[in-house]
């Protein structure tokens, strides 16, 4: 109940105040605008709340279709998506041009069945933002949120990259976002298992890649996200 308040709160203060755009949120707006009218699968999205943060910035058609199990959550989006090109769906049905997971891999633990799901999609990019994932081996700690915790996972880079690379997926981009991630994790992790940033990443998959998408991608990322 706790986090969907929240949630309420926040999309109850943008309607007076207007979103003021995140360094993660910018990214998947870039990146839809440097592609075309698409659709986009948002898996684990909560109320949709990325989609109306940026739907003012978007210059191209978007069908955003979010994909979660929380009937409360829908129905917060549901609320403040009337009339707008946003669905709400518990399990995959279609195909997306992009799948976009924002901040929601480190809480599902077999996170490989998710990105075989994703996968099935076709999707022609896979973008993930604020990903907690560097070069230490995968974890589980505990994550403190406004008071409560709960458990999470870092998930080794490489390893990542491997497994998308079976799905026949290539990693395009990979940065450190702006958001730092101290104040919400152990102080204490050893050495080695420590990251100050969350990660923004763009997979393409294998059949679409070129060499010039990506340098696009590189240049328009490189300019917004400063």
Known sequence: KAWIDLQIKKLDRSRHEGFVLKDFSLFIATVINTFKDCTVADIGGGTGLIFFEISSTLTRQVRWQVIDSNDK???????????????????IKDKADIVFINTSVQYIFDWKDMFEEATDMKPQYIVLTRLLSGDMPTFVTKQNIHGYTTPCQFVNKHELIEFLSTKKYKLIHWSKGHEN?????????????????TINAIFQASSEFNSCMKQIFVCVLSSCLV
Do not use: T
């Not at 991630?181 to 940033?197: L, M, R, T, V, W």
């Open 181 to 197: 991630i101290k104040s919400h994790y152990a102080q204490d992790f050893p050495e080695g298992y420590k990251i100050e940033n």
């Open 73 to 91: 959550l829908f129905e917060v989006g549901k609320k403040y998506g009337a009339g707008l090109d946003i669905a709400f769906e518990k399990e």
